[in-house]
């Protein structure tokens, strides 16, 4: 497994795929009905763009082959069912935070022009709203085996546990050392 950090290389992609097709005479309203081309268009520059990254990574990573890549963007919560259509098994963690804890760390934090609703309370509460009826809809919509909750507390509390719980839910189970 390979973590890559926070990637902005999906939204980035999306948003450039999307406009190079309006661009080129397609209508907005089409285009953002995301066809199967244009998922596996999206998924194939992204995988690329990622592979590249691994590829230049420090240390090891360049000789040992990598199975996973985590690509923690929190926005890639907006982007979970395009996630799982773009590849044939990807696996979603959930990392859930108490909504107290998550919002005062975001409203307390300065982050760049990409945050702007962090700085409001009613908007930092709006947002967070919607990412819950965003995760509400994923953990409806994918199966178990390619969707998992854990909450962030849990893991605080049981490191060990928590890390051999997602271990196995990755695939990854008979690699971690006893």
């Not at 992609?13 to 066809?35: C, M």
């Not at 947002?127 to 994918?142: A, E, G, P």
């Amino acid at each position: 497994m390979y973590g890559a950090g926070e990637l902005d290389t999906l939204g980035y992609h999306q948003d450039a795929l999307i406009e190079h097709q309006v661009k080129h005479g397609q209508l907005r309203d089409e285009v953002l009905k995301f066809s199967g081309a244009f998922i596996q268009t999206l998924g194939t520059i992204y995988r690329k763009e990622v592979r590249a990254r691994v590829k230049a990574g420090s240390g090891t990573m360049k000789s040992t082959p990598v199975k996973r890549i985590i690509d923690k963007m929190p926005a890639n919560f907006t982007r979970v069912g395009l996630i799982a259509l773009m590849r044939p098994d990807p696996r979603i963690i959930h990392c859930r935070r108490a909504a107290m804890d998550t919002c005062f760390s975001c409203y307390t934090r300065r982050f760049g022009s990409a945050q702007n609703f962090s700085y409001h309370q009613m908007e930092l509460g709006a947002f967070y709203n919607s990412y819950l009826k965003f995760m509400d809809q994923w953990r409806n919509i994918l199966p178990a085996h390619r969707f998992i909750e854990v909450d962030y507390e849990d893991i605080v509390n049981d490191l060990e546990g928590q890390a051999r719980h997602l271990i196995t839910f990755t695939g990854f189970h008979g690699m971690m050392p006893v």
